[in-house]
């Protein structure tokens, strides 16, 4: 049975390359990349050429890099690190209702050193409203976090608006973004952007789980989460995974010179929401469609609890994902739709379709039969039971 993978912003698979690059990293350029031998120097120019070209990829400098194990270390050390550099400036810190648990309970650990948290809720639609993060800047706002793009329903936030006006406006305030779902398929140009701090994992565009790397403006100091060596400037010590930052490079590559994915993707999500109107199945979109990226589609198929959806549509080989992975397995419902005001039944409904090029070239009404098929099942059940 063909198998539909559509949950790309849990995860992507390793690309072919990434992996044969993973493979040879590994097994010929083993040796520690501070060792001042011929083994480590080759290892160093390994991490050297991985550094160079994805600090290009975002308008950096190479010594604005620094390799990290992925999102979730990223958006800790940008926010507790810069958080507790400046601590003696100022205490406060604002970012969104809306931002992954890898902010929000950073966040929370940080309100338990003593700062002052104001996450900024979303409209209903999941987009989010500059003037009310402008409203809720202080004389002792040290840092304002923000995803470019949310896990959740794809609404992109207002990141190089937000940048530009702290730049002028604040610039003793910095600006981390959480690109983790958009790195590779928006412009990402730091300097546009105005941003301080961005967090970038390899697992969302193809590349090995476990790697990612976290910009810093040159001259933002930003404490350390752990220590030991002084790898990667002091900052994220250890001896660095050089075979996962090169498969990462090689990942970053190949999505950066895909660009027209994102043309095919828009008429990708136009093509399974006509299809699924089409076949007179009943859905709400959840997160409005304009201002939103073409990859990610949050929808709820009333009355039709999302897990067990999730759990037929497995059956039939078709992958998706109640809300975020990391927590589609509690019970509660998802923090951003809830913080959007949806119904209950909406909220226990929803489902996140989320794609890659991968799955423009496939046989897309074959999977919008199979889904039409659960959905109708389930939905003849759920009204015998009513
Ligand atoms: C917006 C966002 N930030 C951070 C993360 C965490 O990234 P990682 O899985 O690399 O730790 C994710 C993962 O889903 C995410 O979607």
Known sequence: M??????????????????????????????????????GVEAEKVLRASRSF??????AKEKEITFTSG????????????????????????????????????????????????LVPPNADGSVEPGRIREALRADTILVSMMAVNNETGSILPCAEIGAWL?????????????????GKMDLDVRRLGADALTVSAHKFHGPKGVGFLYLREGVRCQPL?????????IRPGTENTAGIAAMAVAAQITLDARPAMERLKLFKEAVLSGLEKRGVEFEVNGALGDSVPYILNISFPYIRSEVLLHSLESVGVYVSTGSACSSKKKN????LRAMGLSEIRMESAI???????????????????????VTELSKIMKRRK
């Not at 419902?333 to 951003?336: G, T």
């Not at 996140?352 to 659960?374: M, V």
């Open 2 to 39: 063909k198998e539909f993978y559509w949950d790309n912003s849990a995860t992507t698979a390793m690309s072919r390359a990434a992996i044969d690059e993973y493979g040879r990293v590994a097994e010929t350029v083993f040796g520690n990349p501070s060792s001042l031998h011929r083994k």
């Open 54 to 59: 994805l600090s290009s990829t975002i308008g």
């Open 71 to 118: 999102g979730t270390e990223g958006n800790n050390l940008a926010l507790r690190g810069i958080a507790r550099a400046y601590g003696k400036r100022g205490r406060h810190i604002i970012s969104t209702a809306v931002e992954h648990p890898a902010v929000l309970n950073t966040l929370d650990q940080l309100k338990v050193l003593g700062y002052e948290i104001t």
């Open 167 to 183: 730049k002028s406006n604040a610039s003793e305030t910095f600006f981390h973004v959480d690109a983790v779902q958009s790195y």
């Open 226 to 234: 752990v220590f030991g060596g002084g790898q990667e400037q002091g």
């Open 333 to 336: 419902y998802s923090h951003v």
């Open 352 to 374: 996140r379709l989320s794609w890659s090029d991968y799955n423009t070239g496939e046989a897309l009404e074959e999977a919008l039969d199979r889904i039409e098929k659960c």
